[in-house]
C-alpha cells in the first residue's frame, strides 16, 4: 500500500495535546489554522518556524550553511501548538542560513523539502533560506507605484517568457536570460533597431505578463552553461522567484532583489506586470513539497484513492480544501503586497473552485482593486470537482472581477487549436462569422449573435466585457503566423501577411481586454514547432531581425495598438452599453462581418465608428450607412487624421482586411 493511499484512507493523526491521541477520520476533519504567520518569521534577535501538519507524527528542521549538500549544522524537533501547526523558535540572527522540515508519518521520515510557505530559497529550490525580506528591497523601492489604470478594458497585454525577449545574440542585451535583462534599456540591434524594454514601450501595450516565474524544477541551476531552457509550468515554491533567472541562483536574496528591481523599472516606464501562475498542479507529484509534508491532502484523489489528474501532468491541488484556498489566497497577496505585481493570470483555472477565486480577488480588492485577474476557464481533464463548482468558462459569471480566455474568437479566427490544417474566418472559411462576433461583444448577450452557430459557446458566459479577454495566439500551439504557414501552404507570404494583419485587428477593435503573444508585432516565427516548452532558445527565442524584415507589420500593430488606446468605444464597460452602441449590420455574404459603434460610445470622440472584416481573398461589397465616413483604418496602415474619405452608400472592402471608418 502506497503512503498516500494509506493516508488517504485513514488518515490517522496523532496530536499531542491535552485531550491525547487525536484520530482523523478524513481531510474534511484536519483543523484549520486562521493565523497568518506560517513559514518563517524572521528577525535579527530570532527566527521562529511553523509548520502546518496535522497528521505528523514528529516534525524536524535542520539548518545548513550552503544551499545544497554538506552536513547539517544544526537540528530542531518542533512542538505542536493549536491546529495542526508544529513551530520552533532559534535565537539569534540566523540570516543567510539554509533550512528544511522533515515529517514523520506513517511511521516513516519524509525527505528534507521547505514548507510550502517559503520566501526564500537556495540553488534550486531545494532548501529555504533565512533572509531579511527588507533588505532586498532596491533604491527607490518604497516609492515605487503601479502605473495608472482607470478601468481593465483599458488592459492591453503582451504575454512574454523571460528568457525569450534576450537570448537573440542580436538583441544587444547583456543580461541574457535574467530578470535584469529585461530591465536594461536603451538596447539595440547590430542595425540600430531599438530592442527589449525599449521595443515594448513603442508598441503601447500597457501590461507585461510574465510566464512562470516562481521557482520550477526543470532547469538546473547548478548547470546554467547548459542554457536549458523551459516554460515553468512544474511548480516547486511558489512564493519566490526563478533562480535561473538571477544572477546567482545560490543566494535567496539575489533572485529577490533582481525580481524587484524588474518590476520597478517596468513600472517606472509605465507597464504595469502580471504573473502567470500556477496553482492547480506541482511539477513533483510523490515528492513534491505539499506531499512529503501534509501527505494528501493538498490534491485532490480519485475514486481508487489516487492522484486526481485534472492538470495532464500526474496531479491536480485542491483549492476547495481550507488550507489549500488559505495558501492560495496569501500566496498571491505576497506577490502583490511584496513584490507590487499588478496582476495574476491563473494556467487551468477551470482547476480551481468559485469560491477561491472570489476570495482571492477579494483580498486583492482590499490591496488595490486595479489588480487584474484572469484564466484559463478549463481544465486539462477529468475532475472529481464537481462542474458547477469549477471556475471554468460556462462559470465565469459567478466569478468576481475574474476574466477567461475567449477559445471562441480565438479559433474563429484562426482554425482549430488542435487540427493544425484547419483555416477559419481570416483564411477563408465560411460559417465561422458568428464565432467572430460572438468574440467581438466579449462573450456577452447580444441580440445579434446566434448562439446556436456558436463554435464552442452555446449561450454567452461573460457578465461585462471586462470578463473576457480577446486573443489569437499565446505561447501554448504554433505562433500565429506558424499556424497560417501551416494551414495556407498554398498561399504566399504578402497573402498571408494579410491574414495576420487581420487577426491582429480583430483583436484590437473587439470589445474585452486584448492579449496579444510577444512578437506578434513581427511575426514572429517558432519554426513551425507546435509545443516548445523545453525547446531550446533557438527556437523560442525572439528573433529580433524581423522587426526590420517585417516593419509594415509592426507599425500596423502599434496604429492598432494607438487605436484602441485613443478610442474608448472599443473599450466599453458593460453589456448594456455594447448592446446599446454595437449594432451588426445585415450581412448575406460568407465570411464577412461589418458592425457600427455608434452615438459617442463610452465618451468617445468620435460619433460613429464602423467596422469591416473581409476574411475572403477576393474584394467584397458593404452596404454602410449614409453620410461622409473618414477613413482611419486600412489594410495597411492606420491613422486617426484620416486616409482619405468615402461619401456613398457601398464600401468595397479588399480581401483578408479589416476596414474602420469615422464620423
Not at 20 to 33: A, D
Not at 171 to 191: P, Q, R, V
Not at 302 to 323: H, I, L
Not at 473 to 479: I, P
Request: hydrophobic share 35%; aromatic share 10%.
Amino acid at each position: 500500500m502506497s503512503r498516500l493511499l494509506y493516508l488517504t484512507i485513514i488518515a490517522i493523526s496523532m496530536w499531542t495535546c491535552q485531550s491525547g491521541p487525536k484520530v482523523y477520520n478524513s481531510y474534511l476533519e484536519y483543523p484549520v489554522y486562521e493565523g497568518q504567520d506560517l513559514g518563517l518569521n524572521y528577525s535579527a534577535e530570532k527566527s521562529i518556524f511553523k509548520l502546518w501538519s496535522p497528521a505528523a507524527e514528529e516534525v524536524r528542521l535542520r539548518l545548513y550553511d550552503v544551499a545544497l549538500g554538506g552536513n547539517a549544522i544544526g537540528e530542531e524537533n518542533l512542538k505542536l501548538g493549536v491546529d495542526g501547526v508544529w513551530e520552533t523558535t532559534i535565537a539569534g540572527d540566523q540570516k543567510g542560513k539554509y533550512y528544511a522540515f522533515q515529517v514523520k508519518t506513517g511511521g516513516e521520515w519524509g525527505d528534507e523539502v521547505p514548507d510550502p510557505d517559503v520566501k526564500a530559497v537556495g540553488t534550486n529550490g531545494r532548501r529555504g533560506m533565512i533572509v531579511d525580506m527588507a533588505a532586498t528591497n532596491p533604491e527607490g523601492w518604497e516609492q515605487d507605484q503601479r502605473p495608472p489604470l482607470a478601468g481593465f478594458n483599458d488592459i492591453i497585454i503582451y504575454e512574454l517568457h523571460v528568457r525569450d525577449l534576450s537570448m537573440d545574440p542580436n538583441s544587444g542585451i547583456k543580461n541574457k536570460g535574467k530578470f535584469l535583462g529585461l530591465a536594461e534599456l536603451g538596447t539595440k540591434t547590430g542595425d540600430g533597431l531599438s530592442t527589449g524594454l525599449d521595443h515594448i514601450k513603442e508598441l503601447g501595450v500597457t501590461h507585461i505578463h510574465l510566464l512562470p516565474s516562481y521557482d520550477f524544477m526543470s532547469v538546473d541551476e547548478t548547470k546554467l552553461e547548459e542554457n536549458k531552457y523551459n516554460w515553468g509550468y512544474d511548480p516547486q515554491n511558489y512564493n519566490t522567484p526563478e533562480g535561473s533567472y538571477s544572477t546567482d541562483p545560490a543566494d535567496g536574496a539575489v533572485r529577490i532583489r533582481e525580481f524587484k528591481q524588474l518590476v520597478k523599472t517596468l513600472h517606472d516606464n509605465g507597464l504595469r506586470v502580471v504573473l502567470d501562475v500556477v496553482y492547480n498542479h506541482t511539477g513533483a507529484t510523490e515528492t513534491s513539497n505539499f506531499n512529503q509534508l501534509v501527505p494528501g491532502y493538498y490534491y485532490r484523489q480519485d475514486e481508487a484513492g489516487g492522484f486526481s489528474n485534472a492538470s495532464a501532468c500526474g496531479n491536480e491541488t485542491a483549492s476547495d480544501r481550507p488550507m489549500m484556498r488559505k495558501f492560495m489566497i496569501e500566496s498571491v497577496k505576497h506577490w502583490a503586497e511584496e513584490y507590487h505585481l499588478d496582476g495574476f493570470r491563473f494556467d487551468l483555472m477551470g482547476i480551481h473552485d468559485i469560491e477561491t477565486m472570489n476570495a482571492i480577488t477579494s483580498a486583492l480588492d482590499q490591496i488595490d482593486p486595479t489588480i487584474f485577474v484572469y484564466g484559463e476557464g478549463w481544465t486539462a481533464g477529468a475532475s472529481p470537482l464537481a462542474d458547477e463548482q469549477k471556475a471554468i468558462k460556462a462559470n465565469t459569471m459567478k466569478l468576481d472581477r475574474v476574466a477567461a480566455f475567449s477559445d471562441d474568437i480565438r479559433d474563429g479566427i484562426k482554425g482549430h487549436v488542435f487540427t493544425h490544417d484547419a483555416k477559419a474566418f481570416v483564411s477563408g472559411l465560411a460559417g465561422l462569422e458568428e464565432s467572430v462576433k460572438f468574440g467581438v461583444v466579449a462573450s456577452t448577450q447580444h441580440p445579434q449573435v446566434d448562439y446556436d452557430s456558436v463554435n464552442y459557446s452555446k449561450a454567452p458566459w461573460a457578465k461585462s466585457p471586462l470578463q473576457t479577454v480577446t486573443y489569437v495566439s499565446c505561447h501554448d500551439n504554433h505562433t500565429l503566423w506558424d499556424r497560417l504557414a501551416i494551414s495556407c501552404p498554398e498561399e504566399n507570404e504578402a497573402e498571408r501577411i494579410k491574414m495576420h494583419k487581420l487577426s491582429g485587428a480583430i483583436v484590437l477593435t473587439s470589445q474585452g481586454v486584448s492579449f496579444l503573444h510577444a512578437g506578434v508585432e513581427m511575426m514572429r516565427t517558432k519554426g513551425g514547432e507546435e509545443n516548445s516548452y523545453e525547446s531550446p532558445d533557438a527556437i523560442n527565442q525572439i528573433d529580433w531581425a524581423r522587426k526590420g524584415q517585417y516593419p509594415d507589420v509592426l507599425t500596423y500593430f502599434q496604429g492598432l495598438i494607438q487605436l484602441r488606446k485613443q478610442h474608448p468605444a472599443f473599450r466599453m464597460t458593460s453589456t448594456e452599453m455594447v448592446q446599446k452602441h454595437l449594432q451588426f449590420l445585415p450581412i448575406e455574404q460568407d465570411n464577412l462581418i461589418a458592425y457600427t459603434i455608434s452615438g459617442n460610445a463610452n465618451g468617445d470622440d468620435w460619433k460613429n465608428i464602423l467596422v469591416v472584416y473581409n476574411g475572403n481573398a477576393a474584394y467584397q461589397t458593404v452596404d454602410i450607412p449614409e453620410g461622409s465616413w473618414k477613413i482611419v483604418l486600412d489594410g495597411e496602415r492606420m491613422s486617426e487624421e484620416g486616409l482619405g474619405t468615402i461619401d456613398a452608400k457601398e464600401l468595397t472592402v479588399p480581401g483578408r482586411t479589416a476596414i474602420v471608418l469615422a464620423q
